[in-house]
């Protein structure tokens, strides 16, 4: 658990409408944290002070006047961000079209309760202390609902008083929320299929390191892309991952150490904007470090490791740096050839050792011929 107090800022994309008949209702509502330690508030101040300078006229910042022509001057402002902040970003994605015929969902106050308690929920057993402060969904029901989700997702007590949690108005009450309004709008052009903006990739490629992504329903359909256009056994590829993946959340002895969770959730991420490329070992390490400070590359490699040792795809090729999950045939491809082009050789200086020393002996020594414990070893070689 971290014993620095956070500053959690909370806003969200979309709306509660889980009627996705209606013209213009969001396919995803999204809960979206900026994360920053308490001690850097007046920073966080003061970075939205300069963005509202920069890219606001002065005024507040609101991703809703920054559409789609305004994309360079969203893309412009969140870089700003990311480099005079430091700050993580915690995102929730529902998929409303999962939860369409739950009765109880479909009444505002509800949907608000229980979504909202969720997402909160995780800091509890992250941060010892907090200061969240949410977004407020309109004055009839503030009270309500901040009333509720203190009482329901709050873990205030003895052992951890210092936990708060507030609804507020972001203009007058609590303008640091709009940071998290703009970082909020940017990842709905990404993850919400209805209102998704045609260069998402690259507001993706700013804040991904940044971001922990999670899903509800907890499922990996429409997540899990193929890399080139489908062949039968691309796609067979793809759907044996798929299940792979789906399987170790459920059932894996590993699955309930989070360090493996969060690189597999980050590899799925990743898969979902850019499934061709691969993520180099530094990148995931910076990510990591977020929920595990101590985090390396070495331990990034034997969780790697580990992870194809549980029989999950995540491949490497040769001559490049990094991983992915593998989507096609030529992700196997590849990923075999990578190995090939260090097992070969190296069985090839044994059997060359072996018929060395086996010749300058009469066979007196010849380990793979006499060493029952070589017989695997032996196989293999036989191959060659």
Do not use: W
């Given at each position: 658990m971290i014993k620095e107090p956070a500053l959690i800022l909370i806003d969200e994309f979309g709306n509660a409408h889980t009627d996705l008949s209606k013209e213009g209702t969001f396919s995803h509502f999204i809960y979206c944290s900026l994360i920053?330690?308490?001690?850097?508030?007046?920073?966080?101040?003061?970075?939205?002070e300069q963005l509202s300078k920069n890219y606001?006229?002065?005024?507040?910042?609101?991703?809703?006047?920054?559409?789609?022509?305004?994309?360079?001057?969203?893309?412009?402002?969140?870089?700003?961000?990311?480099?005079?902040?430091?700050?993580?970003?915690?995102?929730?994605?529902?998929?409303?079209?999962?939860?369409?015929?739950?009765?109880?969902?479909?009444?505002?106050?509800?949907?608000y309760k229980y979504f909202q308690s969720l997402f909160v929920g995780k800091y509890n057993q992250r941060y010892q202390s907090?200061?969240?402060?949410?977004?407020?969904?309109?004055?009839k029901f503030r009270n309500e609902l901040e009333q509720y989700v203190r009482t329901n997702g709050i873990q205030a007590d003895l052992f951890n008083p210092d936990r708060t949690f507030y609804l507020k108005e972001d203009?007058?009450?609590?303008?640091?929320?709009?940071?998290?309004?703009?970082?909020?709008?940017?990842?709905?052009?990404?993850?919400?299929?209805?209102?998704?903006?045609?260069?998402?990739?690259?507001?993706?490629?700013?804040?991904?390191?940044?971001?922990s992504v999670s899903y509800f329903p907890n499922h990996l359909k429409g997540m899990f892309l193929l890399a080139e256009k489908d062949s039968t056994v691309d796609a067979e590829i793809a759907e044996v991952n798929l299940s792979l993946i789906q399987d170790f959340y459920q059932n894996n002895h590993l699955r309930h150490q989070n360090e493996y969770l969060r690189l597999i959730d980050y590899l799925v991420l990743y898969n979902r904007i850019d499934n061709t490329k691969l993520i180099s070992t530094y990148e995931i390490v910076n990510y990591l470090q977020q929920f595990s400070p101590d985090m390396t590359e070495e331990k990034v490699r034997l969780l790697v490791r580990n992870l194809r040792y549980e029989g999950l795809f995540i491949v490497s090729h040769s001559g490049k740096t990094g991983y992915k999950l593998a989507v096609n045939y030529q992700d196997i491809k590849e990923y075999f050839n990578h190995f090939s082009k260090y097992v070969i050789p190296m069985l090839r200086k044994i059997q060359i050792f072996n018929e060395t020393l086996s010749a300058n002996t009469f066979n007196k020594i010849n380990p793979l011929e006499k060493d029952s414990s070589l017989l695997q070893l032996k196989e293999l070689l036989s191959a060659l």
């Open positions: 920053v330690p308490l001690s850097k508030k007046e920073e966080a101040y003061a970075m939205r606001f006229f002065g005024q507040a910042l609101k991703s809703r006047n920054l559409g789609a022509k305004y994309f360079e001057r969203r893309l412009a402002a969140i870089k700003e961000l990311t480099s005079g902040l430091d700050f993580t970003i915690d995102i929730l994605v529902i998929d409303k079209s999962k939860i369409e015929h739950a009765e109880g969902l479909k009444y505002k106050s509800v949907f907090f200061e969240i402060t949410c977004d407020e969904v309109g004055e203009v007058k009450e609590e303008p640091l929320i709009q940071l998290a309004d703009l970082v909020c709008g940017c990842a709905g052009k990404i993850f919400c299929s209805s209102h998704a903006d045609v260069r998402a990739k690259e507001l993706f490629n700013v804040l991904h390191g940044r971001m």
